[in-house]
């Protein structure tokens, strides 16, 4: 057997499903030898053909990249030396330090580059404030004459094409001369940009213009190896004159109008010529071998405006002295001819196998895209079934991917989300917090990690949140968006905050427990102290004249004696050993004794501010022990001012507090009217760091012998009881303000309702 059948292509014609096809194929074929010949001959030539289309097809994208890659880092460069602080404030109000600034950072600008040979700041008048020139020999130097630019090339309006939304501006190759006064016998040619130099509000003061040498960019296309020795490479200027590729070496023709070095792609291959430039890209055969061409601009993915339009042609061509050895020879029919039935044989069994392999890859394929289809999906379950907000941005802050716990969590629809920023979705201060620190990542390349947020939605919700950000970037390392996993702890900071709230309620409790404990034992023992002071005097009364001096006196003693009596009662409720006498009652008469029994207690030096409001709603408590909490409140405030001038403030009225204060005591209810008593003075005050423990037992501000640190606390403990908020606030040298909210009762209102 002839050794063209190779031992692989045997095994797969010797299966019975392929043995099969080919021998069907193959009698027929033999009666129509000489079509089977030309079938064959036209089967290969496309299949070659096809080969060198795509070859060319990467060849030309690969070549395309290699310049787009350059010139954006060109106009990488020209935005950033658009934007140094020391070019604006140069064009904005120059002077010769700033030159010199400047003068000395683009020097070593131009230096690092090395590709640049003119980098130049013109004024708003066109006119030539900083030149750096750049000398492969001596190196950058810079120039500072006020030239007029506007007639030697240097004017953007000269130039003619301008990226679509953008203010940059490109040429195309000019001669060096349009920069210096060159006079070189070898013209180098240059790309000219321009961008205009914006202040800090927008507005335009100068133009920044780069010459980048032409050379280099083409000998980095010409270098950029495909390792295709039978292809040409050509870039061609719109005119037809090589840039990169001639033969002979003969680029950059039209620097050399008239000459013998003014070689073009147009006047050697004019009939090729005319097909390539009238289309953007193509692909055909001619006499003169394979071309494939493609027309591009410069920057890659670009739209030009203006006139003109700035563009090349990489040309891939297969010259026909190398195409004749790749392409099937027409003598191969007069080879199929002699052979026979053998050739056509070989050439059945060929076709047979290739199409058994393209249908076994094709099913290949369909079983890897399920897989791929398969793996999104369990990617899309996972997402979805994790409790976190999983979602991705692009390089401009945009969403382009969320999970179904980032919808949920957002209150959005898919399509509410994908391609929108923070500012379509949450309310603007929010969004503006979320953008920066994501901006930050962006120019970075820095993640963020365990960053704690609170996210206010656009329903006014604020949920509490746990981020970690991190950049995503592409294959050359450029960022090219970011990831987010957001956690939401919005529940486990409540659950923390009651866990603290009920830690400080069990202390409270302990300090009142152990209150309780020492004011019933001392609360007994005064107990029975009085019974034989009230005792003797009732007897010592009934002896005496009714109206006499000596009636009096021991009627007040009686009478300070069963107010002790009164406090032993509220101690040992207090301390839980005696029950109160809760009853619905006006609470203005019980204020009012109070302030009747104070008056001679209050010292002449100290002014009076009292106001009773009459309002008909009742409060359901222990009258002698609010008349307890009045007078503590009363001696505390009169004390504050003791030995100087002041003011005791004594209100009560019917109030409804504040969302802030009801947010910040949670014995308050919301939307609830409360009986409000306000106790304050003008005296010495509290600091901010004792406030808090002024209703701890045993604990006082006040100097040895002045105080025992119980009477605010039998207050708490009394307000505690009635179900009632005590709020202290006080600052240094200004005075304190006790204010004591009770809830009103209804029982009258519904007894009233229950008459009727």
């Given amino acids: ?25 193959f009698f027929p074929l033999m009666l129509i030898l000489i079509s089977m ?23 030309i994208i690969d070549k395309q990249q290699c310049l787009s890659r350059q010139t954006e880092t060109i106009l990488r460069d020209l935005r950033l030396l658009s934007s140094i602080p020391a070019a604006q404030a140069l064009l904005s109000k120059p002077s010769a330090s700033t030159q010199r600034e400047l003068a000395k950072l683009i020097i070593a600008f131009s230096n690092a580059k090395d590709l640049y040979h003119t980098i130049c700041y013109l004024d708003h008048e066109q006119k030539i404030v900083l030149q750096v020139t750049f000398d492969p020999a001596l190196g950058a130097y810079a120039s500072t004459q006020h030239n007029d630019a506007t007639g030697s090339g240097y004017s953007g309006t000269d130039l003619p094409m301008q990226l679509k939304g953008s203010d940059i501006t490109i040429s195309p190759f000019q001669h060096l001369s349009l ?30 213009l780069l010459s980048y040498l032409g050379k280099p960019l083409v000998e980095r296309f010409a270098d950029h190896n495909v390792n295709q020795v039978d292809t040409l490479i050509l870039l061609v200027n719109p005119d037809g004159y090589y840039l990169s590729g001639e033969p002979n070496g003969m680029n950059w023709g039209f620097l050399y109008p008239g000459s013998e070095k003014a070689v073009n792609f147009s006047q050697r291959y004019p009939a090729e010529w005319e097909k390539i430039r009238r289309e953007q890209q193509g692909k055909f055969t001619s006499g003169n071998g394979f071309f494939t061409f493609k027309r591009i601009s410069p920057i890659l993915n670009s739209q030009s405006t203006g006139p003109n339009q700035l563009f090349w042609f990489i040309i891939a061509h297969v010259p026909s002295h190398k195409l004749t050895p790749i392409l099937p020879l027409a003598a191969m029919y007069g080879i199929f001819s002699l052979i026979g039935s053998i050739s056509l044989f070989i050439g059945t069994a060929a076709i047979t196998t290739r199409n058994e392999r393209s249908r076994k890859s094709h099913m290949h ?10 793996k999104t999906k369990i990617l899309e379950t996972v997402t979805d079934s994790v409790p976190a907000c999983i979602y991705m941005k692009n390089a401009n802050l945009r969403y382009t991917f969320s999970n179904r ?39 970075t390349g820095k993640p963020l990690i365990n960053i704690q947020e609170d996210i206010r939605l656009s329903d006014g919700t604020v949920i509490s949140v746990l981020s970690n950000k991190i950049p995503l970037t592409d294959e050359y390392g450029d960022i090219e968006g970011l990831l987010c996993v957001t956690m939401d702890r919005s529940e486990q900071i409540r ?80 301390s839980r050993k005696e029950p109160m006498d809760l009853k619905v009652q006006p609470i203005q008469p019980i204020i009012l004794e109070s302030l009747d029994f104070m008056e001679h207690s209050i010292p002449s030096n100290i002014t009076k501010d009292f106001y009773i409001e009459q309002f008909p709603e009742k409060v359901h408590c222990d009258a002698p022990q609010l008349q307890q909490v009045v007078l503590n409140l009363a001696a505390n405030a009169l004390q504050a001012m003791e030995g100087n001038d002041g003011t005791l403030k004594i209100r009560l009225e019917k109030a409804l507090p504040s969302i802030l204060t009801v947010t910040r005591h949670k014995e308050l209810v919301p939307d609830v009217e409360y009986m409000q008593l306000t106790i304050g003075d003008t005296g010495s005050g509290i600091a901010k760091t004792e406030l808090d423990r002024i209703f701890d037992p045993f604990y006082t501000t006040k100097t040895v012998g002045k105080g025992t ?48």
């Fill in 37 to 59: 010949a030309v079938y064959i001959y036209s089967n290969e030539q496309e299949i070659h053909l096809k080969d060198l289309e795509n070859t060319a097809d990467k060849i």
């Fill in 365 to 374: 394929l369909e079983q890897l895209t399920a897989q791929l289809q398969e």
């Fill in 405 to 443: 716990y980032t919808l949920e969590k957002f209150k959005k629809r898919f399509e509410e989300i994908m391609g929108k920023s923070d500012t379509d979705i949450f309310p603007a201060e929010t969004a503006e917090k979320l953008l920066e620190k994501e901006r930050k990542i962006i120019e």
């Fill in 1 to 25: 057997m002839p050794p063209i059948i190779k031992p692989s292509m045997l095994k797969e014609l010797m299966q019975p499903g392929v043995l099969k096809k080919t021998l069907l194929l």
């Fill in 709 to 756: 640190g119980l009477g605010l606390s039998v207050v708490y403990g009394i307000v505690q009881s009635h179900h009632g908020c005590i709020i202290a606030e006080s600052q240094l040298g200004k005075g304190t303000k006790m204010t004591v909210y009770l809830p009103l009762s209804d029982q009258e209102t519904a007894q009233t309702s229950k008459n009727t």
């Fill in 495 to 574: 659950a923390e905050r009651l866990n603290k709230m009920l830690e400080e309620k069990l202390r409270e409790s302990k300090k009142l427990e152990t209150l309780g404990t020492l004011s019933g034992g001392i609360a007994h023992d005064f107990n029975n102290i009085l019974t034989p002071i009230i005792g003797f005097t009732e007897i010592t009364l009934t002896s005496q004249e009714p109206g006499s001096q000596t009636s009096k006196d021991l009627q007040t003693v009686l009478k300070a004696a069963q107010r002790a009596k009164k406090l032993v009662q509220q101690m040992l409720a207090f």
């Fill in 179 to 208: 920069d210096t006064n060159c006079t070189e016998s070898d013209p180098v040619p240059v790309l000219r940009f321009t961008k205009p130099v914006r202040d800090e509000n927008g507005k335009i003061i100068g133009t920044i």
